[in-house]
């Protein structure tokens, strides 16, 4: 069917004969919206949303007896700004077609556009993990995943893994109990908007199908998998849950992963106007036209909530 | 990371630049003359000819280069075993008696989008090295690639050219390379969803030079 639905092109289903017709999976399911995945996807209040980091005082100073206190100041960083945008598809149906047609699996134009619309919202919040070392995301304007994001008092930082602020190249790891004590170390010591460091916690581990057994030993074991079976496994005790994202496997991306802290302002998709579908009938050419939109900006303002672990 | 880019072959009609409003495509029923030499399919590119049939098109500069339509299904044609019946592909070799019109209940008839003013989706199997790269290539033409599509699902396996830039390839003429790039679509708020530097990229085409009756 060249994008069009005629009777002629779906000419299989014009009498009944068929015991049996395979077609997607039109439930919904989805990979990445939720509380406990990548993100929820929450309201957008107004016609875009704008988040901004701001750099407060740091250590205090040696005040002699007698001396006036010394002076700090606080500094406005950069800007996020998280727009709508209007994400739709139709698809045209004679009415020859939907005459014509026995089999209401065959078309189904409403439950196939509402699927697309799930799946395009659930790989669009992949996309923010997909494309971490290189779509702009954040406050400062460097990717997500990054040894150079810029503090808003200048100074760099890193949110990727076993990799010092500033440093040309990211370094990228497999999954391993080694990866996690790295990657909780690199948390421990994300420095907050000042430069001190903040402290956040590994909420989350995201990561192709492809890792999820992997993953599951290195959190489950009790004992130290893989050597030393009397030493404690500590990662066990650091309560992370694993995202499976069959997006990234999808592409081939089969050995990214990172975790999700705690950090606030992280991962956002917010929706201006949910999932709507609508028909429309060219009654001169006898068309019934089914179209699904919906309206979402989405960004990760703070890039603390990610530590980058392999590409 | 890269992509693996979702598609299918043929073009597929996305849009009326001129008119979109409720956005129907045009469609015209056409006939094919009997016995056709090669098989049509769904999402073909076809050259009308000076008889009023149509012939799938073939790679530029050949005798059948500029396209016409773009075949939606068939609405009529002679089966094998001499009944009449719907269908998403024209068979190769169906021939029936009598004339080439409407009029005869044998004729091979087609729905098809003629292609003035409207936007076709259609694949890129070839990667460019970079975004940038592909971005240049809007405004620019090319060649279709006249693949034979499926028999058993009658869908077109026309894809833009493959080989370099030049005669058929990307070229800033249209002598050789009917097919306009447009608009690369972003697919996705990421646009992840179709990315110009991996395998069969999608682009939306408009055809150049129309109306070339042969």
Not at chain 1, 34 to 55: F, V
Not at chain 1, 72 to 85: A, F, H, L, N, Q
Not at chain 1, 150 to 170: D, E, F, H, R, Y
Not at chain 2, 192 to 197: E, I, K, M, V
Request: hydrophobic share 35%; net charge neutral.
């Amino acid at each position: 069917m060249a994008t069009f639905v005629t009777e002629n092109a779906i000419w299989k289903g014009m009498k009944k004969t068929l015991s049996g017709i395979t077609t997607e999976d039109l439930s919904k399911d989805q990979c990445c919206v939720g509380k406990n995945k990548i993100c929820a996807i929450t309201t957008m209040e107004d016609g875009y949303q704008d988040y901004m980091e701001t750099a407060g005082t740091t250590f205090l100073l040696e005040k002699p007896t007698g001396q006036a206190m010394r002076t700090d100041t606080i500094i406005v960083g950069g800007t996020k700004r998280i727009m709508p945008r209007t994400m739709a598809k139709e698809v045209p149906i004679a009415e020859e077609a939907m005459e014509d047609c026995k089999y209401k699996e065959i078309i189904d134009a409403s439950k196939r556009l509402q699927k697309s619309a799930w799946n395009t919202q659930d790989y669009d919040i992949a996309s923010m993990v997909l494309g971490a070392t290189t779509i702009i995301q954040g406050y400062d304007g460097v990717a997500l995943a990054s040894a150079s994001h810029v503090l808003p008092t200048g100074q760099l930082a890193s949110n990727c893994i076993g990799t010092a602020a500033g440093a040309s190249t990211i370094l990228t790891i497999g999954p391993s109990v080694q990866a996690l004590w790295m990657a909780r170390q690199q948390a421990a010591i994300l420095p907050g908007p000042n430069g001190i460091p903040d402290g956040k916690k590994l909420k989350r581990i995201v990561c192709p199908e492809a890792q999820v057994e992997l993953w599951k030993v290195i959190l489950g074991t009790e004992k130290s998998p893989g050597n030393n079976y009397n030493d404690l496994n500590v990662v066990s005790e650091y309560g992370l849950s694993v995202v499976p994202v069959k997006w990234f496997d999808m592409n081939g991306a089969n050995t990214l992963w990172g975790i999700i802290t705690d950090a606030e302002d992280g991962f956002m998709a917010l929706q201006k106007r949910a999932i709507r579908g609508k028909i429309w009938v060219d009654n001169s050419c006898e068309v019934a036209h089914h179209g699904v939109s919906y309206r979402m900006g989405m960004g990760v303002p703070n890039w603390r909530c990610w530590i980058n672990g392999s590409t | 990371m890269s992509v693996t880019n979702l598609y299918r072959s043929g073009a597929r009609w996305v849009g009326s630049l001129n008119s979109p409003g409720l956005n129907t495509p045009p469609i015209v029923e056409i006939p094919v003359a009997t016995a056709n030499t090669l098989a049509i399919f769904s999402g073909d590119f076809i050259q009308q000819l000076t008889d009023g049939s149509v012939y799938p098109c073939t790679r530029g500069g050949g005798t059948y280069a500029t396209p016409t339509h773009v075949v939606v299904s068939v609405s009529n044609y002679l089966g094998a075993d001499g009944t009449p019946r719907k269908g998403n592909y024209l068979p190769a070799s169906t021939a029936y008696t009598g004339t080439m019109s409407k009029d005869n209940p044998n004729c091979s008839l087609l729905l098809c989008i003629p292609v003035l003013d409207q936007l076709f989706a259609l694949v890129i199997p070839t990667a460019e090295s970079t975004r940038t790269t592909a971005t240049a290539k809007i405004g620019k033409c090319i060649d279709i690639l006249a693949t034979a599509g499926s028999t058993v699902t009658g869908e077109s396996g026309h894809t833009a050219y493959t080989g370099s830039d030049g005669t058929y390839g990307w070229q800033t003429t249209t002598v050789t390379g009917q097919l306009r790039l447009r608009d690369i679509p972003q697919v996705g708020l990421a646009g992840l969803q179709n990315d110009p530097t991996q395998a069969n990229w999608e682009g939306h085409f408009t055809v150049y030079e129309i109306g070339g009756i042969v």
